[in-house]
């Protein structure tokens, strides 16, 4: 399954569900191979989303500062 651009919270859902699917003991390793992958696109998704959010509260809390000024 490609992985599309996801919201943030969308993606950590979908996160959630991958370890769910994982954690089957029933789960073909092919198919698990196809989630890990899956989940690892993910991850790093949601990582550089979690950089951006920090970046703009870092901007926004640096323009709050000059404002005061």
């Avoid at 996160?15 to 989940?39: H, P, S, W, Y």
């Amino acid at each position: 399954m490609p992985t599309k651009k996801l919201k943030f919270h969308e993606a950590m859902n979908r996160l959630d569900e991958i370890v769910t699917e994982l954690n089957r003991d029933d789960l073909e390793l092919e198919k698990a191979m196809d989630l890990f992958t899956e989940g690892t696109k993910l991850t790093a998704q949601c990582e550089t989303q979690l950089k951006e959010f920090e970046q703009k509260v870092e901007q926004l809390s640096n323009q709050k500062e000059t404002t005061n000024d």
